[in-house]
């Protein structure tokens, strides 16, 4: 059965293991589809694109929060009781 790979580059376990900063850094940056077996086993993503991955996440949960709290009514807050 086909399988959708998630990553324009890919490599296997085996150049992994031979070489693993080697392969990440071929991927230019980008993640890349470890395959076994000419499956996919797991994706290897840089610091960098994971970082940006988990502020994207943490910002569609904000929003998320916010289009949630948008017709809420208001509480009037007096700023010298904080």
């Known amino acids: 059965m086909p399988q959708r790979i998630y990553a324009d580059r890919t490599a296997s376990v085996t150049e992994l293991k031979r070489d693993p900063m080697g392969t990440l850094a071929a991927a ?39 289009d949630e709290r948008r017709d809420m009514a208001e509480v009037p807050v007096d700023r010298n009781a904080l």
């Open 28 to 66: 230019e940056g980008h993640a890349i589809a470890i395959l076994n077996r000419n499956r996919a086993a797991f994706y290897c993503v840089p610091v960098a694109a994971y970082e940006a991955m988990l502020d994207r996440l943490e910002d569609a949960e904000l929003n998320a929060v916010a």
